[in-house]
């Protein structure tokens, strides 16, 4: 199982050196590795119908406890086998639909790469594992919706589903670690059994909340629907792979695999039904307003994403039973339409559905494929996507609360699907024929295998609604419910009230659509709600954010370096001084042991010192400077540290060396500064003067632990073959810290050939001032 | 500006060059157990090319040179970096010190060592960035 997640992070590594050996047909090769993972999964049908489930575990870091564990089980086999099918069809869709984009490699790696983390997600049976699945997801997806990045509105796009998705992200971590620390343990399966101990602890809420923050996000429920169809920028590939059929659904895989751990209380119950609820009617709403076919299908799928999230919170039998139809159903239909959207879009030219019409002559088997799963995405017989809704409205009828509200806005979205169905698969092909900007005609094969089957499957699973039922729906609702759910699926569960529901909603459906001008007409008529509406809410964060940015960044990056060496030393004097008034009782060294001629270099020191403060040639202030470096190195010497004194020495010579060399490129030496400001530098720099003297003497004061020079001299010999513990020191006990040194010292100096080299910006030098100097 | 072309400077330079760096290697490998080690070696060394630079300018220092002193850097830094490998193919944990003793005919026995690597690699780092810097600052001079 671990090689069936790591293969497409393998496969996508190695695409960019494959598709230019292999050409213009890469993308059918790479379609079999999901092909092939499907197959894989397919192998589990029959022992998870049968209720067993499979887990296996890797040591990955052992000494956090970190596993790497996998679990299959009903839920995770059903977000499988969607996740490598789907991912097979869209990879070899995309090589006919990408045909001729240089920019292919691209798509492939990323694709590959989400399917790998999207699987990984599912099947993680570690919270921490699932965690990091779920941001590589978030991270591709950005990267797929701005893979036309050269364009300003799919950049901003990009950057809103990652900002969405990735705060409520930040949430669920949270949400995580409290569950993990709640629940003992970041094993899911073990989580699992522990569900009613969660419920009755005092952090239930808060990481109930923090988890749904995150679920909500991510699976677009309203207020953070917005993002999802702006993320329509991404090749319609990728909006019929990410965000319609797979990762958008992961917030509701979040919700159901954590069910038996944390649903059935009051608080998941009403947040996640109203939640949804809401969510769905208006994505339905938004579905029917909008007239790009790609927008249609992206609130469709809001919608979709509200009815699964409110079917988690209501948590009855019924309801888990009609989670697992109601996925499979949505991934197969709205798989197909988005397909069948690019098909148009490549053939016909254009995204507007008014724009379409009397396309079925050019394209006739795009509209029959496209009127099989709009049937299934309305809702009507003998489609799965019937058997879904029927099971949804009988769910809904018998929620635990709120009953009445959520069947009446499931029968109120049921009527606004329709329309859009009818918007999505009546208008482009019916009609009076429209000039189109390309002359259309059918789709190769390669994009049309994957809606054919996709709408198949869906007739299939309509007219024999047992053969998913008995098996794959019942292992998903029993993972929901935490123990064996038999689910039996049927397309005529006889003359009942969810049935008259459904009825009523397609006569209302139909009446909609055959008003679409007008009721479209009338609901934009309200746009200017959205003014007032999340995602203006969130442009308003996002511009708050970076205008206090600015102003951070302009009081703190200010350009001066002498302000930042006062706050710098101001902190450290603050911090540390303060900790020392405060909390430090003991004394200081006194009577030190101080021979005459320390006295004398002392001395020396501060004379240079005040020497190259006030001195007004320049050379004089590099010669004083250079002394104070010497008789610093007079006192290594003194103390028997020859190692540092070379050292010292050498460095001092060079530095002098480098002055003398800057010297002649530097302005007349001037007073930039008033008597009153360098006073405050002075005042400052004393500060720090006294708060080093006074750790020193403390230092010298106190001995907290035993100091390691006796281990150091010690070991020299015989542990490191060296006489001389500096060396052994800087070249084997902290050889680690050395490298990082050196590697400081190299960064240093390609700083400075940077900054030589490639002169810019205001302070850019032109050669009129060479000449000057 | 320094000229270059000073007589005393160059002749010199001529001479004390080949010992500086003579002597910096002598620093360079009698480090481990008295006062000495990569640092110094390479600051000793940077010195010569320096004075060599004052007194024949820049063209002529990178002639000597013969390498971009950015590569004799980046070619430190691998050293020491390689010089943390060893110790895995022993089985102990990376940057632990691994020491060899072939012997050699007519000279005897020597000894060879992971931080003696390091240490090479120190030295070239130095002397590279030194040199980076200086001929850097020295050409935008010219």
């Known amino acids: ?773 | 500006m320094m000229q270059p072309g000073s007589l005393i400077l160059s002749t010199m330079t001529r001479l004390l060059l080949p010992l500086q760096l003579l002597f910096s290697v002598f620093m360079l490998l009698r480090g481990h157990d008295l006062p000495g080690g990569g640092f110094i070696a390479g600051l000793v060394a940077s010195a010569g090319f320096i004075l060599y630079l004052f007194a024949f300018g820049v063209a002529a220092t990178q002639a000597l040179l013969r390498i971009d002193p950015r590569e004799i850097a980046g070619a430190g830094l691998t050293l020491a970096v390689l010089s943390a490998l060893p110790a895995l193919l022993y089985g102990d944990p990376v940057f632990t010190a691994q020491w060899w003793h072939p012997s050699l005919p007519l000279i005897g026995e020597i000894k060879l060592s992971s931080p003696l690597l390091f240490d090479i690699g120190v030295y070239l780092t130095v002397i590279g960035s030194m040199l980076t810097i200086v001929i850097s600052l020295a050409e935008a001079e010219e």
């Open chain 1, 1 to 773: 199982m671990l090689a069936a997640v790591l293969s497409g992070f393998c496969l996508a590594a190695l695409v960019p050196w494959l598709q230019p050996r292999l050409g213009a047909r890469a993308g059918w090769l790479f379609a079999l590795l999901p092909a092939g993972l499907t197959a894989y999964f397919a192998t589990f049908l029959p022992a998870v119908a049968a209720g067993e489930t499979f887990r296996v575990s890797y040591p990955w870091v052992p000494g956090l406890d970190l596993e790497l564990a996998f679990y299959l089980d009903g839920l995770a086999l059903l977000f499988a086998l969607l996740i490598s099918g789907i991912g097979a069809l869209v990879t070899l869709y995309a090589s006919d639909y990408l045909a001729g984009d240089a920019r292919q490699p691209r798509f492939y790696v990323l694709i590959l790469a989400f399917m790998a983390s999207m699987l990984g997600l599912v099947l993680s049976d570690n919270l921490i594992a699932l965690f990091i699945f779920w941001e590589l997801t978030s991270i591709t997806s950005y990267l797929l919706i701005g893979y036309d990045h050269e364009a300003a509105f799919a950049r901003r796009a990009a950057l809103q589903g990652l900002v969405v998705t990735v705060g409520g992200g930040l949430a669920l971590l949270a949400g995580f670690l409290l569950l993990g620390t709640v629940g003992g343990s970041y094993t899911l399966t073990e989580l699992l059994q522990h569900g009613e101990a969660i419920r009755a602890h005092d952090y239930y809420l808060p990481l109930l909340l923090l988890v749904l923050a995150g679920a909500f996000t991510k699976s677009a429920q309203v207020p953070f629907h917005f993002w999802l169809p702006n993320a329509m920028a991404a090749p319609t590939p990728v909006s019929a792979y990410l965000h319609s059929a797979t990762m958008v659904k992961a917030g509701v895989y979040l919700l159901a695999r954590l069910h038996p751990a944390l649903g059935g209380t009051e608080a998941w119950i009403l947040l996640c039904s109203l939640f949804g609820g809401v969510t769905m009617l208006t994505g339905a709403y938004l579905a029917v307003r909008s007239t790009g076919i790609k927008w249609v299908l992206a609130y469709s799928t809001v919608m979709a994403l509200g009815t699964l999230t409110m079917l988690a919170g209501i948590g009855t039998e019924k309801a888990m039973i009609a989670f697992g139809a109601f996925l499979l159903g949505h991934s197969l239909y709205k798989g197909a339409l988005f397909l069948v959207a690019g098909a148009l879009d490549h053939e016909a030219g254009t995204k507007d559905i008014l724009e379409m019409g009397g396309l079925r002559r050019a394209m006739p088997i795009t509209a029959v494929l496209a009127a099989v799963s709009a049937l299934s995405l309305a809702g009507l017989p003998p489609l799965f996507g019937f058997i879904g809704k029927e099971l949804m409205l009988g769910a809904v009828l018998n929620a635990p609360f709120l009953a009445p509200l959520l069947t009446a806005m499931a029968v109120a979205t049921g009527a606004l699907v329709v329309a859009a169905a009818g918007a999505v698969a009546v208008r482009p092909f019916f009609g009076p024929p429209a000039r189109t900007p390309k002359t259309p005609h059918e789709a190769p094969w390669g994009m049309l295998a994957g809606p054919a089957l996709l709408s198949a499957l869906s007739l299939l699973f309509g007219l024999a609604p047992g053969l998913p039922g008995e098996g794959l729906i019942s292992a998903t609702a029993a993972s929901l419910a935490g123990e064996p759910v038999h689910a039996h699926l049927a397309l005529w569960h006889g003359l009942n009230l969810p049935l008259a529901l459904s009825a009523l909603a397609v006569a209302a459906g139909v009446l909609l659509y055959s008003q679409w001008g007008r009721v479209r007409g009338a609901m934009n008529r309200l746009e200017a709600l959205d003014a007032r509406g999340p995602e203006a809410g969130y442009e308003r964060l996002m511009a708050a954010t970076t205008r206090l940015a600015e102003r951070l960044t302009r009081i703190l990056q200010n350009g001066y370096l002498r302000s930042y060496i006062t706050t710098t030393v101001l902190t450290l004097v603050g911090l540390v001084g303060y900790t020392l008034l405060t909390r430090y009782e003991g004394g200081f060294a006194g009577g030190l042991d101080v021979r005459f001629y320390e006295w004398v270099i002392a001395g020396l020191l501060v004379a240079a010192a005040l020497f190259a403060c006030s001195t007004r040639s320049r050379l004089g202030a590099v010669a004083s400077v250079g002394v104070v470096g010497f008789a610093v190195a007079l006192f290594f010497i003194l103390f028997s540290a020859p190692d540092l004194s070379i050292t010292q020495i050498l460095v001092e010579t060079l530095t002098v060396i480098l002055l003398v060399l800057v010297l002649f490129k530097l302005p007349d030496f001037m007073s930039f500064s008033t008597p009153r400001q360098r006073l405050r530098d002075g005042a400052v720099a004393g500060l720090l003067g006294v708060l080093v003297t006074a750790l020193l003497l403390i230092a010298v004061h106190y001995q907290f632990a035993e100091p390691i020079s006796a281990y150091h001299l010690a070991k020299s010999v015989p542990l490191a073959h060296g006489h001389n513990v500096v060396n052994v020191i800087i070249v084997d006990y902290r050889a680690l810290d050395t490298l990082g040194e050196i590697f400081v010292v190299a960064l240093a100096a390609i700083g400075v050939y940077a900054m030589i080299k490639y002169p810019g910006g205001p302070g850019h030098r032109t050669d009129e001032d060479e000449s000057a100097v």
